[in-house]
Nanobody, 121 residues
Framework: QVRLVESGGGLVQPGGSLRLSCAAT????????MTWYRQAPGKQRELVAA???????NYADSVKGRFTVSTDNAKNTAYLQMNSLKPEDTAVYYCNADIVEDKFTLPNNYWGQGTQVTVSS
């Protein structure tokens, strides 16, 4: 069964950068939609960025111009490049994907395990 494995979180100073990765553990046919969410302590999970299979992207207003979402289909991996990080970006970041595992099946939805991002001096 496909799993999504996240990596790249950590501690960074304000103004710094991190790149999160979300990799499918098995060979898949296509990622229809890859979405990044985050959840800060005491707050609801919120959408950060999304990318469709055709390349269209969507960003939360709070991260526009600072975060970039992308995919590498050959590696079955999605990325979230985060620049100019702020303390308010501190949260657990989750990837979520609608994945078509082979061309004969309908898409299934998967979550990554989450990765902690802490922005602090």
């Amino acid at each position: 069964q496909v799993r999504l494995v996240e990596s790249g979180g950590g501690l960074v100073q304000p103004g710094g950068s991190l790149r999160l990765s979300c990799a499918a553990t098995e060979k898949i046919f296509r990622i229809n939609v890859m979405t990044w969410y985050r959840q800060a302590p005491g707050k609801q999970r919120e959408l950060v960025a999304a990318i469709m299979s055709g390349g269209a992207t969507n960003y939360a207003d709070s991260v526009k111009g600072r975060f970039t979402v992308s995919t590498d289909n050959a590696k079955n991996t999605a990325y979230l490049q985060m620049n100019s990080l702020k303390p308010e970006d501190t949260a657990v970041y989750y990837c979520n994907a609608d994945i078509v595992e082979d061309k004969f099946t309908l898409p299934n939805n998967y979550w990554g395990q989450g990765t902690q991002v802490t922005v602090s001096s």
